[in-house]
């Protein structure tokens, strides 16, 4: 009998302990869940109107809930604290991770480390529905990931050829070698490395994204990588300069194949850039020599760079005088050279002014101006060539020149009028050239790859 009473007594004393304990459970969790749901009421109104899904806010009220409970424990380890404090600013936008800093009373994101690559994986996997504009490319995700994220991100802003754009960014931020590195970054392209799915060092994450933020500044591509193909080799290109088009190619192409390529000859390239016309033709012409004009400090620094890497590149069995290529910092108006050229070649500032409203923002708001527009019709620097023609030139010299689509009829109007001055000198006009100039003729003109009259040929004799 005594022994049934006190059984019965540790079972009453136990049922009390357990009821008590889960009155204390439930008011700690009715606590937690007004806090917890204050904080998302916060997260709403500092990130905008967009709604959270079911599972993203559950996601960010366990780890809300979490920081309470480390909050009032003070045998919680300190590092464990700023991990979950991470974790949550990756899923907030700034101002709501500024908020919930001075809610919480933590530390800075800034002063924080990485928490590993697979806990923010899982963070990030559960964000569907979150405002994740500000979001920035973290270590630990895939590269297949990292290029989808900045696909998106690209789109947003209306970048052009945003899926090209985030796979050379990815290449660049990967160190793969240029020759191949876009090809395997490709869709569905197979890697033996199986680069698609490895996951970003914190190192490569940080690059990809200042690089991306650049680009979705609209920065030209060429400038972000600081490099770009042209041709068969690769060459450096650094803002201001224009970056080199496929037409460009042509242009070079063109005069290669109508050109001696057996004969000693000198050329001058008005307005190099970052040289790619006269040193393409330096490569392909066995016995030129280039001159390069230009009135842009960089243009004169990376021409130069560029001649070493094409030149100068052992790799490629070519090793050209050292005095083949020669750049100097000289306007056409101004230049008085040494020695007669027997080829002269231009891509000149020739777009309209009244058509540069229509180029994109990557052109207008980082090429030079004075790189693209050429005046009123597009044809000032054009002219100045023209005139200088007979003083650069030998007797049947050649000058090629790449143009707007309405300059072909123009220069051939321009140069049939000086013509028929022949028998008058002193008959002028306000669209005529200097009298002097007689002797430059308009021999042809061609179209580009796309249509369109691009190219002109005009011969001096």
Sequence with gaps: MILLSRAILFFSSSIVATLVALSLTMRTAAKTMAFTTSNVGLLRATTGSRSHSRSSLALMGD???????????SHTCIGERLRHRQRLQILLPKTASEQLSRTIGTVPLSTLKATGSNDRETLIDGLDGVNTENLTILPGWTVDRAIDESIRRLEAKNVTEPDYSARYLAAASLQLPWERGIRDLQAGAISSNDLHSTRLTAEQANDLEVMLRRREAHEPIQYVLGKWDFLDYTIAIRHPLLCPRPETEELVMRIA???????????????????????????????????????????IETSMENYRRVLNDQKDGIDKDSDCYKATLCSANDYTPDHPFDVVVSNPP????????????????????????????????????????PHWCNSEAVCWMEVDPSHPKMIEELLSLEGKGDTNEDETSGNELPMQKRRVRFESSHKDMFGKDRFVKLRVG
């Design 350 to 389: 020739y777009i309209p002014r009244g058509d540069m409203d229509t180029l994109t923002d990557d052109v207008t708001k980082f090429e030079s101006d004075e790189a693209l527009c050429g005046g009123t019709d597009g044809l000032d620097v054009i002219r100045t060539i023209i005139e200088k023609l």
């Design 63 to 73: 780890l809300l809930t979490k920081q309470l409970e480390m909050r009032r424990s």
């Design 257 to 299: 194949e109508e050109t001696n390529t057996e004969s000693p000859m000198r050329i001058l390239d008005v307005g190099c850039g970052t040289g790619v016309i006269g040193i393409s033709l330096a490569k392909l012409l066995p016995g030129a020599t280039v001159e390069a004009i230009d009135v842009e400090p960089v243009a």
